[in-house]
């Protein structure tokens, strides 16, 4: 089930002051903001790839360019002052709204077990602990 309708008429009519123009634009006009940033709103949600953007929020290729776009140009940084000047919310809230849940956040499997000191490994040495099982088992034999 599709999940458009996200951003409410009162939150869009704040963030739509602050969003970039078409005028004197070259090309191409845009695609509609706001089903734009409901299709990247959907991505984030769910966490699949920009290839599996519903067909609504139109070509994930133009979606992501314009995801790329506005956190490059500050268009999110305008998004996040307006909803700020224009709500009750003091700087601390913001944070707890924005904060991210650390029991999502994953580090890479080789951000593990790195080393600590100083020393280089040798170069064939994999960071892995392959290397050590042979001696431990040599190590119980000869006990």
Same mark, same amino acid.
């Given at each position: 089930m599709l999940r458009d309708g996200v951003i409410s008429d009162e939150l869009w009519d704040v963030l739509e002051k602050v969003m970039p123009q078409d005028a004197g634009r070259r090309g191409r006009p845009w695609n509609d903001h706001r089903t734009t940033l409901e299709g990247i709103i959907w991505?984030?949600?769910t966490g699949s790839p920009w290839r599996d953007l519903p067909e609504p929020f139109g070509p994930y290729q133009s979606v992501? &360019?314009?995801h790329r776009l506005w956190s490059t140009d500050g268009t999110y940084g305008r998004m996040l002052e307006a909803v700020? &000047? !224009?709500s009750e919310v003091d700087d601390d809230e913001? &944070?707890?709204i924005l904060s991210i849940d650390s029991t999502v956040v994953r580090a %890479? !499997? %080789? #951000? #593990?077990? #790195?080393?600590r000191d100083s020393v280089a490994a040798p170069a064939d040495d994999?960071?892995?602990r392959? &290397?050590?099982h042979e001696f431990a088992g040599? #190590?119980?034999g000869a006990a």
């Open positions: 991505r984030f949600r992501w &360019e314009r700020r &000047e !224009q913001v &944070e707890a %890479h !499997q %080789h #951000a #593990a077990g #790195a080393r994999t960071g892995g392959i &290397e050590l040599g #190590a119980r």
